[in-house]
């Protein structure tokens, strides 16, 4: 069962794309969080939600937050796959222990192996305040992102 609302974020640490490692708890403080998990790169339903996040920085941006992608893919597949599509911000692998940080959240798939696509916004000090999760095959919109941030964290100017 995924983790509700007004709970704290399990912190991690994980590999970006880059081989650097990130620690959600380096942001509390700083800044928001909003943490997009998803089942696998260079899938066509992946693919397409996460150009839309790239096309759409600008939503993340302007409420302060930082956008982080997670999927059980290793982290030479994600950066290859964010060269690809041109995504500017981190894609972190949840490869192993596999599916650890997402079995944390409560969005792990046993049967197959990947997370769910669950979308977590994070505040600063660490407390999920809005999450949101669709049907296996179902892309999340833009709506539900903008909905989300909209609710918790105030437009920076």
């Known amino acids: 069962m ?11 640490d994980l590999p970006n794309q880059y081989g650097e490692h990130i620690r959600l708890s380096d ?3 700083r800044k928001p969080v909003a943490l997009v998990f998803f089942p696998l790169a260079f899938s066509s339903t992946c693919t397409g939600e996460l150009c839309a996040l790239r096309d759409n920085l600008a939503l993340f941006r302007q409420h302060g937050v930082e956008l982080m992608g997670i999927s059980v893919d290793s982290k030479a597949t994600l950066r290859a ?7 500017d911000f981190t894609l972190l692998a949840d490869f192993w222990p596999h599916g650890a940080v997402a079995k944390e959240y409560g969005v ?32 999340r919109s833009l709506e539900e ?5 909209d609710e918790v964290l105030p437009v920076s100017v």
């Not at 995924?2 to 991690?12: G, I, K, S, V, W």
């Not at 992102?145 to 941030?149: E, Q, T």
């Open 2 to 12: 995924a983790l509700e609302n007004d709970t704290q974020a399990p912190d991690f």
């Open 81 to 87: 796959w964010a060269e690809q599509e041109g995504y």
């Open 108 to 139: 792990f798939l046993e049967e197959k192996g990947f997370a769910n696509r669950a979308t977590f916004v994070i505040d600063a000090k660490g407390i999920i305040r809005a999450s949101f999760i669709t049907a296996p095959g179902q892309a």
């Open 145 to 149: 992102y903008r909905a989300a941030l």
């Open 27 to 29: 942001f509390h403080g």
